[in-house]
């Protein structure tokens, strides 16, 4: 186990949280099957009013890896979970784990072709998604196209956001839309295929795990290309990290109650919403969208006490003309992740809940937390931190140009840390893996400086990736798209300042004939039919050419300067 010693930031730690937190040498399933031990008739998970015991989690999970092993997945094999925060994400997420399998997380929201890059990069042998339409949203239609091109997939279970509401809830919601070609052979209903198994402790439980070396999780991410590559998770990446963050977070005797709006897709949602709440025996209350007047409601309602999320969240509730209406004094603590929280929207919301939002640090690679402020009353803080590094965490900065000289105080540089919550490797990709490991150090590719009493700041991103409301974008992925626009020339893609996202995408546009522009508004249609919604761009700039380098690469650092100036005479004239 990876030991901190003699680091300035120790000092700041709290009296009820050492330097190096023993966490359990276990399966991740064994979270769940520890609280169901000890807590079996508490709530595990609250969805719209339907409430599911520890116990019957647990069972649940059982009855979907027992049918799993009875289809012949086992270990090494890999199912992927294309859902919403709905109780089905839970249960089939830990039943994965105990079948043997891999789980692979990936956003409902996808497109057909960012759908069918993970799935059969994973070599993902079985699916789980919803079949019915909500809003918009056709969330089968997207991989139904893309279905017949992924050789490995054997097995498709399909589920509806209204299988798990109470009954008059349901009775109240009619018959879910559903898509039609369900009948496909290989296609399952999940409700029929788990209520026909046992709910005995699946025979596979009981072997041994490799918890440092079996993979628990492969969480897809850009990394320093663009390119999305799978970071493998092991049992302890994820185990310790749940582990260490309920810890820091504070476990009470008493069960507490968690709002889970932030998705579980996503690897902040998963260790923080559910793994670590599941250890800590928390009752999760789970909204699959975040919509700022129900989370109010919720929050008013069932009495949150812990709401992890994103800026965009916090600063949609304050800004919410309902706000007053509504009691969110019980909120006592908030882990603000994903992208940078603003100060004033801290310390507004603090003022509003009288509770206690705090920023920390991530990132897939790591499972995800690794640093972050103290989350205890009158415990100091420094406005614009991530905080100190987690216990059993070290961090450090080093040169941008190798990676291989440590930096002083003050001095900025790309953060490096290290860790049992450090990915084992992107999977089948050792290339991508070497360029982000110095030994046993992992960069970030984030650039930062670190003060006298060990506290860490970012200050700026290595690479170019967007961070739109904690969501990550890629240039890339967009330009794309939109080079495949029938009246597009070229295309370059940056991340703008937004008060609201923290960043948005904004497209730098050369059409083809400026006599026929269709417009920003059909552009950004076009974009949407073709890519997840917040990859698509909120500002369009028709331009005459765009900034290059001699041998004709696009120059996005040009883009980005020439916004600052912009920005900066903005303020200026105002």
Same mark, same amino acid.
């Given at each position: 186990?990876?030991?901190?010693?003699?680091? &300035?930031?120790?000092?700041?730690?709290?009296?009820?949280?050492?330097?190096?937190?023993?966490? =359990?040498?276990?399966?991740?399933?064994? *979270?769940?099957?520890?609280?169901?031990?000890?807590?079996?008739?508490?709530?595990?998970?609250?969805?719209?009013?339907?409430?599911?015991?520890?116990?019957?989690?647990?069972? /649940?999970?059982?009855?979907?890896?027992?049918?799993?092993?009875?289809?012949?997945?086992?270990?090494?094999?890999?199912?992927?979970?294309?859902?919403?925060?709905? =109780?089905?994400?839970?249960?089939?997420?830990?039943?994965? /784990?105990?079948?043997?399998?891999? $789980?692979?997380?990936?956003?409902?929201?996808?497109?057909?072709?960012?759908?069918?890059?993970?799935?059969?990069?994973?070599?993902?042998?079985?699916?789980?998604? *919803?079949?019915?339409?909500?809003? =918009?949203?056709?969330?089968?239609?997207?991989?139904?196209?893309?279905?017949?091109?992924?050789?490995?997939?054997?097995? $498709?279970?399909?589920?509806?956001?209204?299988?798990?509401?109470?009954?008059?809830?349901?009775?109240?919601?009619? &018959?879910?839309?559903?898509?039609?070609?369900?009948?496909?052979?290989?296609?399952?209903?999940?409700?029929?295929?788990?209520?026909?198994?046992?709910? +005995?402790?699946?025979?596979?439980?009981? /072997?041994?795990? @490799?918890?440092?070396?079996?993979?628990?999780?492969?969480?897809?991410?850009?990394?320093?290309?663009?390119?999305?590559?799978?970071?493998?998770?092991?049992?302890?990446?994820?185990?310790?990290?749940?582990?260490?963050?309920?810890?820091?977070?504070?476990?009470?005797?008493?069960?507490?109650?968690?709002?889970?709006?932030?998705?579980?897709?996503?690897?902040?949602?998963?260790?923080?919403?559910?793994?670590?709440?599941?250890?800590?025996?928390?009752?999760? $209350?789970?909204?699959?969208?975040?919509?700022?007047? +129900?989370?109010?409601?919720?929050?008013?309602?069932?009495?949150?006490?812990?709401? %992890?999320?994103?800026?965009?969240?916090?600063?949609?509730?304050?800004?919410? &003309?309902?706000?007053?209406?509504?009691?969110?004094?019980?909120?006592?603590?908030?882990?603000?992740?994903?992208? &940078?929280?603003?100060?004033?929207?801290?310390?507004?919301?603090?003022?509003?809940?009288?509770?206690?939002?705090?920023?920390?640090?991530?990132?897939?690679?790591?499972?995800?937390?690794?640093?972050?402020?103290?989350?205890?009353?009158?415990?100091?803080?420094?406005?614009?931190?991530?905080?100190?590094?987690?216990?059993?965490?070290?961090?450090?900065?080093?040169?941008?140009?190798?990676?291989?000289?440590?930096?002083? !105080?003050? +001095?900025?540089?790309?953060? #490096?840390?290290?860790?049992?919550?450090?990915?084992?490797?992107?999977?089948?990709?050792?290339?991508?893996?070497?360029?982000?490991?110095?030994?046993?150090?992992?960069?970030?590719?984030?650039?930062?400086?670190?003060?006298?009493?060990?506290?860490?700041?970012?200050?700026?991103?290595?690479?170019?990736?967007?961070?739109?409301?904690?969501?990550?974008?890629?240039?890339? @992925?967009?330009?794309?798209?939109?080079?495949?626009?029938? @009246?597009?020339?070229?295309?370059?893609?940056?991340?703008?300042?937004?008060?609201?996202?923290?960043?948005?995408?904004?497209?730098?546009?050369?059409?083809?004939?400026?006599?026929?522009?269709?417009?920003? @508004?059909?552009?950004?249609?076009?974009?949407?039919?073709? !890519?997840?919604?917040?990859?698509?761009?909120?500002?369009? +700039?028709?331009?005459?050419?765009? %900034?290059?380098?001699?041998?004709?690469?696009? *120059?996005?650092?040009?883009?980005?300067?020439?916004?600052?100036?912009?920005?900066?005479?903005?303020?200026? #004239?105002?």
């Amino acid at each position: 186990m990876q030991t901190v010693t003699a680091r &300035p930031w120790l000092k700041f730690y709290p009296p009820d949280i050492s330097a190096n937190i023993d966490y =359990p040498i276990e399966p991740l399933f064994a *979270l769940l099957s520890e609280t169901t031990k000890n807590h079996p008739d508490w709530v595990a998970l609250s969805y719209m009013g339907k409430k599911i015991t520890y116990k019957e989690l647990d069972e /649940l999970s059982n009855q979907f890896a027992n049918g799993l092993i009875s289809l012949g997945v086992t270990k090494g094999s890999k199912v992927a979970l294309i859902l919403p925060n709905v =109780p089905q994400y839970v249960f089939c997420f830990f039943g994965i /784990l105990k079948s043997g399998a891999s $789980v692979v997380p990936c956003n409902p929201l996808y497109r057909e072709k960012e759908l069918e890059f993970q799935l059969a990069n994973s070599e993902s042998v079985a699916v789980v998604l *919803l079949n019915n339409v909500v809003g =918009p949203n056709n969330f089968y239609q997207e991989f139904e196209k893309c279905r017949t091109r992924l050789s490995k997939l054997k097995y $498709v279970f399909v589920t509806s956001v209204t299988d798990y509401l109470p009954p008059l809830k349901k009775q109240l919601a009619g &018959p879910a839309k559903h898509i039609e070609t369900l009948q496909k052979e290989g296609t399952t209903k999940l409700t029929d295929f788990v209520r026909n198994q046992s709910k +005995e402790k699946p025979k596979t439980e009981s /072997l041994p795990v @490799d918890t440092k070396n079996d993979i628990a999780v492969i969480q897809y991410t850009g990394g320093t290309t663009g390119i999305s590559k799978g970071a493998m998770l092991t049992h302890e990446n994820l185990v310790s990290n749940a582990v260490i963050m309920a810890n820091w977070i504070g476990i009470s005797k008493d069960q507490e109650t968690i709002l889970a709006v932030i998705p579980f897709f996503h690897i902040y949602g998963l260790s923080v919403a559910m793994l670590a709440s599941i250890y800590a025996g928390q009752r999760i $209350v789970m909204l699959p969208t975040f919509t700022p007047k +129900e989370v109010l409601e919720t929050i008013h309602k069932e009495k949150i006490q812990i709401f %992890p999320g994103v800026p965009t969240m916090y600063i949609a509730l304050l800004h919410h &003309p309902e706000l007053a209406n509504y009691s969110i004094s019980s909120v006592e603590r908030c882990v603000s992740g994903g992208a &940078p929280l603003p100060v004033e929207v801290q310390k507004k919301f603090n003022a509003v809940s009288g509770g206690k939002l705090v920023e920390g640090y991530g990132l897939t690679e790591a499972s995800p937390v690794t640093h972050c402020n103290v989350m205890r009353p009158k415990v100091i803080m420094k406005e614009g931190s991530i905080g100190v590094p987690y216990p059993n965490t070290d961090s450090k900065i080093v040169d941008i140009e190798t990676g291989m000289k440590d930096l002083a !105080i003050g +001095e900025v540089g790309e953060l #490096a840390v290290r860790g049992p919550q450090v990915m084992k490797g992107y999977w089948n990709n050792d290339e991508e893996t070497k360029k982000v490991f110095r030994d046993e150090w992992l960069l970030t590719g984030d650039i930062a400086k670190q003060d006298e009493d060990g506290f860490f700041f970012i200050v700026d991103r290595k690479k170019d990736l967007i961070d739109a409301s904690g969501f990550k974008v890629w240039p890339r @992925d967009v330009e794309e798209v939109l080079y495949t626009h029938p @009246d597009i020339k070229e295309a370059a893609v940056i991340g703008v300042p937004d008060e609201y996202r923290g960043e948005t995408v904004k497209a730098f546009v050369v059409l083809k004939d400026k006599t026929k522009n269709p417009g920003a @508004d059909q552009i950004k249609a076009f974009c949407k039919e073709r !890519i997840a919604p917040y990859k698509v761009p909120k500002i369009i +700039e028709f331009v005459d050419d765009l %900034p290059k380098s001699l041998v004709g690469k696009v *120059l996005r650092r040009k883009l980005r300067e020439g916004e600052q100036v912009k920005t900066s005479e903005q303020k200026a #004239a105002s």
